[in-house]
């Protein structure tokens, strides 16, 4: 049903909005530009709607773009948070990224087969943050077997939702 659609995908933009997290919030704008852009042309078989269709989606994608600038312009913490980016290397990310790949590669071979347990990159790194990265986290916690299966949870995610889309 649409309603439900609309107002979860209304519920989604607030928690993104007010949680202030760059990531979520460029993936959310992502996610629903390419769902219209599907569900609008891409699966409309008439022509002529389906042109319609596309200066709408261009006209939508033009003012959602004109609000995201106003809404950054009037909070000017979160636009902060996206003009510290280049600064900051997204809060120190791709530091704690390196000492991650550190501590796995530093590991014995058992560890890295099957992983150190729930959360231990925050107790092993020396910065004591979490990998910020989920892959990176999954391989420290899980090891290499534990990668995989997410590695395999997500090409079956990506098949299911292209499933859904040519039903």
Known sequence: KKYIKHLC????VFVMLSSFKRGGLLGLLLSAVIYYYIDLILLNQDRKARTKYYFFFLI???????GVMYFLSENPFLADRFKGISET???HRTE???MTWELFSESDIFSQLFG?????VVKHSKLGFSA???FLEILYDYGLIGAFLFLC?????VKQSVKMIQE
């Open 9 to 12: 995908f209304g519920i989604a």
């Open 60 to 66: 939508v994608v033009v003012i959602s773009f004109m």
């Open 89 to 91: 290397g997204g809060s």
């Open 96 to 98: 704690i990224w390196i």
């Open 116 to 120: 150190h347990g729930y959360n231990q």
């Open 132 to 134: 910020h990265n989920d």
């Open 153 to 157: 949870l997500i090409i079956n995610l």
